[in-house]
């Protein structure tokens, strides 16, 4: 029988956000999915942008808010009066992470220097979250990341072979700079640990973003020559792709011959596999063209579903294309548990994703719903008075 959970890996940590938008909150949600206590501080004046960038709403917040915000408490704080910049400054001394992601010398601005607060508090972790890191001739513009996936060249090998540079569907950069942002404070606690000071650790979007690149870049720096854009093709691998069956697309993804061959039978075209232009995954590539044609008249006489079953019968790794509802819907999603309803007292439960990992025997921190603007004011000036942030 098993015995009660650990703590959360986070549970004591305190982290201060004075970050806004999209990578800095959801790199400070994921610490507080952690266990961590986080304090977001806000402008009083509207707070984080994205609490009006609806719709849609729920419960009278913005869903784009409500997605990356949950597990926080809330103070709004004016940071050009010095009252409330000297409560910042406080909540530094007690903090473990402050992350944000200010334009160059804002803070400075305010007299919140982030040497300055590390000088106060020798064991803080500072993180700064920029557009385009900190040289370079755009280190001052701000990080959009609309701006991030056309100067990566993200947008350049996104969308069909025959139509203008596309953005991916969400922001995608924004995600991946957060996640690093996450991979950096942690290894710095880790660090401190070990040797009991903070550091400062920075990301960036433009930088997140051409690492994203991965397999693409690689093959770009080893060729010396632009990838293409090829639609939902695979610039390495062939087929991997969706097709269109009678109903409707699915996918088909064979990342071996073995597959390929196994996929030949499911067609009942077995000759495919040992045919001279698609004996192996290079010669598939090389002749992309005439494999796709063939093989799309054959998943034109089925349902996408019947083709779906018979290549995972076979070996052969094959899927649908589902809508976002679909998704959160699936038999999937519920029995991995990624909706999580998140609730504070008075108010409605607020479905959001769960962080896309499990800690296995550690008690799951509190999950309290999204704040509104302030609601975490009281909590905040209490423990500024006890000097302590256990709550």
């Given at each position: 029988m098993k015995g009660p959970g650990r703590r959360p890996p986070l549970d004591g940590v305190l982290v201060l956000d004075l970050s806004r938008v999209l990578a800095g909150p959801l790199a400070?949600?994921?610490?507080?999915?952690?266990?961590?206590r986080v304090v977001k501080v806000e402008d009083p004046r509207g707070g984080d942008p994205t609490r009006s960038w609806a719709p849609p709403s729920f419960d009278g917040e913005a869903a784009y808010f409500?997605?990356?915000?949950?597990?926080?408490?809330?103070?709004?704080?004016?940071?050009?009066?010095?009252?409330?910049?000297?409560?910042?400054r406080k909540l530094a001394l007690l903090a473990?992470?402050?992350?944000?992601?200010?334009?160059?010398?804002?803070?400075?601005?305010?007299?919140?220097?982030?040497?300055?607060?590390?000088?106060?508090?020798?064991?803080?972790?500072?993180?700064?979250?920029?557009?385009?890191?900190?040289?370079?001739?755009?280190?001052?513009?701000?990080?959009?990341?609309?701006?991030?996936?056309?100067?990566?060249?993200?947008?350049?090998?996104?969308?069909?072979?025959?139509?203008?540079?596309?953005?991916a569907g969400v922001a995608v950069v924004d995600v991946?700079?957060?996640?690093?942002?996450?991979?950096?404070?942690?290894?710095?606690?880790?660090?401190?640990?070990?040797?009991?000071?903070?550091?400062?650790?920075?990301?960036?979007?433009?930088?997140?973003?051409?690492?994203?690149?991965?397999?693409?870049?690689?093959?770009?720096?080893?060729?010396?020559?632009?990838?293409?854009?090829?639609?939902?093709?695979?610039?390495?691998?062939?087929?991997?792709?969706?097709?269109?069956?009678r109903d409707g697309f699915f996918l088909v993804a064979c990342g071996t011959d073995a597959q390929f061959g196994a996929l030949a039978r499911v067609v009942s075209l077995p000759d495919l596999a040992s045919d001279e232009r698609f004996l192996t995954n290079p010669c598939?590539?090389?002749n992309r063209e005439a494999l796709?044609?063939?093989?799309?008249?054959?998943?034109?006489?089925?349902?996408?579903?019947?083709?779906i079953a018979r290549c995972r019968a076979a070996g052969v790794p094959a899927g649908e294309v589902a809508t976002v509802l679909e998704a959160l819907r699936s038999e999937e999603a519920r029995a991995n548990g990624l909706v999580l309803e998140t609730y504070t007292p008075g108010r409605a439960l607020v479905p959001t994703v769960r962080a896309p990992f499990l800690l296995e025997g550690f008690d799951p921190p509190r999950a309290s719903a999204p704040p509104r603007l302030d609601e975490g004011r009281e909590a905040v000036v209490s423990m500024l008075v006890r000097g302590s942030a256990a709550s």
């Open positions: 400070t949600m994921l610490l507080a999915d952690l266990g961590a409500l997605s990356v915000n949950r597990r926080k408490e809330s103070i709004a704080l004016d940071l050009s009066r010095a009252e409330d910049a000297e409560i910042v473990d992470v402050v992350v944000e992601n200010f334009l160059p010398g804002t803070l400075e601005g305010f007299g919140l220097s982030l040497d300055a607060l590390r000088a106060a508090n020798p064991r803080l972790v500072t993180c700064t979250i920029s557009g385009y890191g900190v040289s370079g001739p755009s280190a001052g513009l701000p990080g959009f990341d609309l701006l991030a996936q056309g100067a990566s060249g993200l947008m350049s090998i996104t969308g069909p072979t025959d139509a203008p540079p596309s953005k991946l700079a957060g996640w690093a942002a996450v991979t950096a404070i942690l290894a710095a606690l880790r660090a401190r640990d070990r040797d009991g000071t903070g550091s400062h650790v920075a990301t960036d979007l433009f930088s997140s973003a051409v690492f994203g690149l991965v397999n693409v870049a690689g093959n770009a720096l080893v060729s010396g020559t632009d990838a293409p854009r090829l639609g939902n093709a695979h610039p390495s691998i062939e087929p991997y792709r969706p097709f269109r069956a598939r590539v090389a796709v044609e063939l093989l799309s008249e054959r998943f034109a006489m089925e349902d996408a579903g019947t083709w």
